[in-house]
Protein backbone atom coordinates (compact mmCIF):
# COMPACT_ATOMS: atom_id res chain seq x y z
CA UNK A 1 0.00 0.00 0.00
CA UNK A 2 1.40 3.26 -0.66
CA UNK A 3 2.59 4.77 2.44
CA UNK A 4 0.91 8.17 1.63
CA UNK A 5 -2.50 6.91 1.70
CA UNK A 6 -3.07 6.56 5.43
CA UNK A 7 -1.67 10.49 5.96
CA UNK A 8 -2.75 12.98 8.61
CA UNK A 9 -2.04 16.10 10.22
CA UNK A 10 -0.97 19.70 9.00
CA UNK A 11 1.97 21.02 8.06
CA UNK A 12 2.25 23.41 11.28
CA UNK A 13 5.83 24.76 10.30
CA UNK A 14 5.47 25.16 6.48
CA UNK A 15 8.37 23.05 5.89
CA UNK A 16 6.71 20.07 4.47
CA UNK A 17 5.66 18.18 7.95
CA UNK A 18 2.10 17.42 8.32
CA UNK A 19 3.34 15.61 11.25
CA UNK A 20 4.21 18.71 12.90
CA UNK A 21 0.12 18.83 14.22
CA UNK A 22 0.88 15.82 16.19
CA UNK A 23 4.21 16.81 17.38
CA UNK A 24 3.14 19.81 18.35
CA UNK A 25 0.11 18.64 20.28
CA UNK A 26 2.07 16.52 22.12
CA UNK A 27 4.22 18.80 23.50
CA UNK A 28 1.62 21.08 24.91
CA UNK A 29 0.20 17.43 26.26
CA UNK A 30 3.93 16.64 27.85
CA UNK A 31 4.34 20.26 29.57
CA UNK A 32 0.87 20.47 30.69
CA UNK A 33 1.37 17.26 33.09
CA UNK A 34 4.98 18.03 33.97
CA UNK A 35 3.37 21.38 35.54
CA UNK A 36 0.79 20.08 36.70
CA UNK A 37 2.41 17.38 38.43
CA UNK A 38 4.72 20.17 39.66
CA UNK A 39 2.17 21.99 41.09
CA UNK A 40 0.37 18.83 42.62
CA UNK A 41 3.86 17.85 44.39
CA UNK A 42 5.07 21.87 45.66
CA UNK A 43 4.07 21.22 48.88
CA UNK A 44 4.48 17.37 49.53
CA UNK A 45 6.58 16.69 52.86
CA UNK A 46 6.49 12.62 52.94
CA UNK A 47 9.96 11.72 51.99
CA UNK A 48 8.53 8.75 49.94
CA UNK A 49 6.10 10.60 48.14
CA UNK A 50 8.85 13.53 46.98
CA UNK A 51 10.40 10.50 45.07
CA UNK A 52 7.68 9.65 43.60
CA UNK A 53 6.63 12.99 42.35
CA UNK A 54 10.77 13.78 41.25
CA UNK A 55 10.50 10.73 38.86
CA UNK A 56 7.15 11.30 37.92
CA UNK A 57 7.64 14.72 36.84
CA UNK A 58 10.77 13.84 35.08
CA UNK A 59 9.12 11.75 32.73
CA UNK A 60 6.68 14.05 30.75
CA UNK A 61 9.41 16.34 31.70
CA UNK A 62 12.16 14.72 29.21
CA UNK A 63 9.48 13.75 26.70
CA UNK A 64 8.51 17.60 26.09
CA UNK A 65 11.86 18.43 25.23
CA UNK A 66 12.01 15.35 22.52
CA UNK A 67 8.46 16.52 21.31
CA UNK A 68 9.64 20.09 20.85
CA UNK A 69 12.83 19.04 18.78
CA UNK A 70 11.06 16.56 17.06
CA UNK A 71 8.75 19.60 15.83
CA UNK A 72 11.34 21.42 15.29
CA UNK A 73 13.06 19.36 13.14
CA UNK A 74 15.57 18.11 15.43
CA UNK A 75 16.28 14.40 15.99
CA UNK A 76 14.70 13.44 12.01
CA UNK A 77 17.04 12.01 9.97
CA UNK A 78 16.55 9.95 6.71
CA UNK A 79 17.50 6.15 5.88
CA UNK A 80 17.92 4.74 2.71
CA UNK A 81 15.85 1.20 3.10
CA UNK A 82 16.68 -1.43 0.08
CA UNK A 83 13.42 -1.41 -1.76
CA UNK A 84 11.41 0.84 -0.22
CA UNK A 85 13.43 4.31 -0.83
CA UNK A 86 14.12 7.33 1.52
CA UNK A 87 12.46 6.96 5.22
CA UNK A 88 12.14 9.86 7.74
CA UNK A 89 13.10 8.16 10.80
CA UNK A 90 12.40 10.45 14.32
CA UNK A 91 15.22 9.58 16.25
CA UNK A 92 14.91 11.67 18.89
CA UNK A 93 11.88 9.07 20.67
CA UNK A 94 14.39 6.66 21.45
CA UNK A 95 16.54 8.65 23.21
CA UNK A 96 13.55 10.20 25.09
CA UNK A 97 12.70 6.25 25.88
CA UNK A 98 15.83 5.30 26.61
CA UNK A 99 15.82 7.79 29.73
CA UNK A 100 11.52 7.65 30.22
CA UNK A 101 10.85 3.75 30.41
CA UNK A 102 13.29 3.14 33.14
CA UNK A 103 12.09 5.90 35.33
CA UNK A 104 8.22 4.46 34.69
CA UNK A 105 9.70 1.13 35.48
CA UNK A 106 11.56 2.95 38.62
CA UNK A 107 8.09 4.06 40.17
CA UNK A 108 6.78 0.59 39.76
CA UNK A 109 9.46 -1.32 41.06
CA UNK A 110 9.21 1.21 43.99
CA UNK A 111 5.79 0.27 44.82
CA UNK A 112 6.38 -3.13 44.46
CA UNK A 113 9.82 -2.62 46.85
CA UNK A 114 12.05 -5.18 45.13
CA UNK A 115 15.81 -5.05 45.47
CA UNK A 116 18.58 -3.70 43.45
CA UNK A 117 19.13 -6.44 41.75
CA UNK A 118 16.01 -6.93 40.16
CA UNK A 119 15.74 -2.74 39.56
CA UNK A 120 18.64 -3.11 37.63
CA UNK A 121 18.06 -6.19 35.45
CA UNK A 122 14.41 -4.77 35.06
CA UNK A 123 16.08 -1.14 33.85
CA UNK A 124 19.01 -3.23 31.81
CA UNK A 125 16.75 -4.95 29.67
CA UNK A 126 14.43 -2.13 28.99
CA UNK A 127 17.01 -0.21 28.00
CA UNK A 128 18.21 -3.18 25.66
CA UNK A 129 14.53 -2.88 24.04
CA UNK A 130 14.68 0.65 23.22
CA UNK A 131 18.47 0.65 21.83
CA UNK A 132 17.87 -2.71 19.65
CA UNK A 133 14.58 -0.43 18.52
CA UNK A 134 17.20 2.20 16.96
CA UNK A 135 19.06 -0.14 15.53
CA UNK A 136 16.16 -1.39 13.83
CA UNK A 137 14.90 2.08 12.83
CA UNK A 138 18.16 3.04 11.32
CA UNK A 139 19.38 -0.06 9.43
CA UNK A 140 19.06 -0.13 5.87
CA UNK A 141 17.52 -3.95 4.76
CA UNK A 142 14.17 -4.65 5.28
CA UNK A 143 15.76 -7.91 6.88
CA UNK A 144 17.74 -6.37 9.39
CA UNK A 145 14.86 -4.02 10.15
CA UNK A 146 12.90 -6.97 11.19
CA UNK A 147 15.50 -9.29 12.92
CA UNK A 148 16.30 -5.93 15.13
CA UNK A 149 12.42 -5.80 15.62
CA UNK A 150 12.13 -8.93 16.69
CA UNK A 151 15.23 -8.55 19.21
CA UNK A 152 13.33 -5.36 20.85
CA UNK A 153 9.92 -7.46 20.88
CA UNK A 154 11.70 -10.37 22.93
CA UNK A 155 13.62 -8.13 25.40
CA UNK A 156 10.12 -6.27 26.01
CA UNK A 157 8.62 -9.08 26.52
CA UNK A 158 10.97 -10.08 29.35
CA UNK A 159 10.15 -6.75 30.90
CA UNK A 160 6.47 -7.42 31.20
CA UNK A 161 6.55 -10.61 32.34
CA UNK A 162 8.81 -9.52 34.71
CA UNK A 163 6.28 -6.78 36.18
CA UNK A 164 3.03 -9.36 35.83
CA UNK A 165 5.34 -11.45 37.51
CA UNK A 166 8.32 -10.97 40.18
CA UNK A 167 6.96 -7.34 40.91
CA UNK A 168 3.60 -8.43 41.35
CA UNK A 169 3.97 -11.17 43.87
CA UNK A 170 6.56 -8.71 45.62
CA UNK A 171 3.67 -5.66 45.68
CA UNK A 172 1.34 -8.99 46.93
CA UNK A 173 3.47 -8.14 50.49
CA UNK A 174 2.62 -4.62 50.43
CA UNK A 175 -0.49 -2.73 51.73
CA UNK A 176 -4.10 -2.84 50.00
CA UNK A 177 -3.43 0.70 48.72
CA UNK A 178 -0.06 0.20 47.07
CA UNK A 179 -1.30 -3.12 45.47
CA UNK A 180 -4.39 -2.10 43.89
CA UNK A 181 -2.67 0.84 42.49
CA UNK A 182 0.71 -1.03 41.19
CA UNK A 183 -1.88 -3.54 39.64
CA UNK A 184 -3.86 -0.48 37.87
CA UNK A 185 -0.12 0.90 36.25
CA UNK A 186 0.70 -2.60 35.91
CA UNK A 187 -2.39 -3.15 33.53
CA UNK A 188 -2.20 0.57 31.56
CA UNK A 189 1.87 -0.62 31.05
CA UNK A 190 0.83 -4.19 29.89
CA UNK A 191 -1.74 -2.76 27.54
CA UNK A 192 0.12 0.44 26.50
CA UNK A 193 3.67 -0.73 25.70
CA UNK A 194 2.59 -3.49 23.76
CA UNK A 195 1.01 -1.29 21.15
CA UNK A 196 4.85 0.28 20.64
CA UNK A 197 6.00 -2.69 18.64
CA UNK A 198 2.97 -3.11 16.98
CA UNK A 199 2.51 0.40 15.44
CA UNK A 200 6.08 0.24 14.49
CA UNK A 201 5.97 -2.60 12.80
CA UNK A 202 2.73 -1.65 10.51
CA UNK A 203 3.87 2.20 10.47
CA UNK A 204 6.94 3.81 8.54
CA UNK A 205 9.74 2.21 10.34
CA UNK A 206 8.35 -1.50 8.90
CA UNK A 207 5.68 -2.70 6.77
CA UNK A 208 4.34 1.11 5.63
CA UNK A 209 0.60 0.24 5.58
CA UNK A 210 0.62 3.27 8.29
CA UNK A 211 2.07 6.69 7.23
CA UNK A 212 3.96 8.82 9.23
CA UNK A 213 0.71 11.51 10.05
CA UNK A 214 -1.26 8.45 11.57
CA UNK A 215 1.81 7.06 13.20
CA UNK A 216 3.01 10.11 14.46
CA UNK A 217 -0.84 10.74 15.83
CA UNK A 218 -0.81 7.40 17.40
CA UNK A 219 2.48 7.32 19.42
CA UNK A 220 1.80 10.74 20.77
CA UNK A 221 -1.50 9.27 22.17
CA UNK A 222 0.58 6.05 23.23
CA UNK A 223 3.46 8.45 25.10
CA UNK A 224 0.66 11.05 26.81
CA UNK A 225 -0.90 8.17 28.24
CA UNK A 226 2.22 6.08 29.29
CA UNK A 227 3.65 8.92 30.69
CA UNK A 228 1.09 11.73 31.50
CA UNK A 229 -2.31 9.15 32.21
CA UNK A 230 0.51 6.94 34.35
CA UNK A 231 1.51 9.92 36.67
CA UNK A 232 -1.99 11.24 37.04
CA UNK A 233 -2.72 7.32 38.63
CA UNK A 234 -0.05 7.41 40.44
CA UNK A 235 0.45 10.76 42.15
CA UNK A 236 -3.04 11.01 43.23
CA UNK A 237 -2.83 7.66 45.17
CA UNK A 238 -2.38 7.35 48.65
CA UNK A 239 -0.24 4.18 47.82
CA UNK A 240 2.77 7.19 47.28
CA UNK A 241 2.80 7.86 50.95
CA UNK A 242 5.29 6.12 53.69
CA UNK A 243 4.26 2.97 55.11
CA UNK A 244 1.25 3.30 56.53
CA UNK A 245 1.90 0.06 58.37
CA UNK A 246 4.38 1.47 59.99
CA UNK A 247 3.94 2.06 63.85
CA UNK A 248 2.73 5.30 64.34
CA UNK A 249 1.34 7.01 61.20
CA UNK A 250 1.88 10.82 61.77
CA UNK A 251 -0.41 13.75 61.44
CA UNK A 252 2.01 14.88 58.83
CA UNK A 253 2.05 11.68 56.25
CA UNK A 254 -1.80 13.09 55.51
CA UNK A 255 -0.67 16.19 54.69
CA UNK A 256 1.20 15.30 51.93
CA UNK A 257 -2.54 13.56 50.16
CA UNK A 258 -3.35 16.89 48.23
C1 LIG B 1 6.79 7.04 27.32
C2 LIG B 1 7.27 6.11 26.39
C3 LIG B 1 7.06 4.74 26.45
C4 LIG B 1 6.28 4.11 27.53
C5 LIG B 1 7.64 3.97 25.40
C6 LIG B 1 7.62 2.66 25.28
C7 LIG B 1 8.24 2.07 24.16
C8 LIG B 1 8.28 0.74 23.84
C9 LIG B 1 7.66 -0.30 24.70
C10 LIG B 1 8.92 0.39 22.59
C11 LIG B 1 9.11 -0.83 22.11
C12 LIG B 1 9.68 -1.20 20.81
C13 LIG B 1 9.70 -2.55 20.49
C14 LIG B 1 9.31 -3.61 21.47
C15 LIG B 1 10.13 -3.07 19.15
C16 LIG B 1 10.21 -2.01 18.11
C17 LIG B 1 10.88 -0.80 18.59
C18 LIG B 1 10.21 -0.16 19.81
C19 LIG B 1 11.31 0.67 20.44
C20 LIG B 1 9.07 0.73 19.33
Given at each position: ??????????D????????T????????????????????G?G??D?????Y?A?TI?V??I?S?????MF??????E?????????E?????Y???L??????????????????????T??G????????GL???????????????????IA???????L??SL???????S????ST?NT???L???????????????T?G??V??L???????M?????A?????????????????????EP?A???????
Open positions: MDPTVLQAGFVLGDGRPELWLGIGTIFMLIGTFYFLIQWVTKEAREYILPGAAAYLSFGVGLTVEVVGRGTLIYYARADWFTTPLLLLDLALLAKVDRVSIGLIVDALMIVTIGALSKTMLARYTWWLFSTMIVVLYFATRSAAKQRAEVQFLTVTLVLWTAYPILWIIGEAGVGGIETLLFVLDVSKVGFGFILLRSRAILGDTEAPSGEASAAD
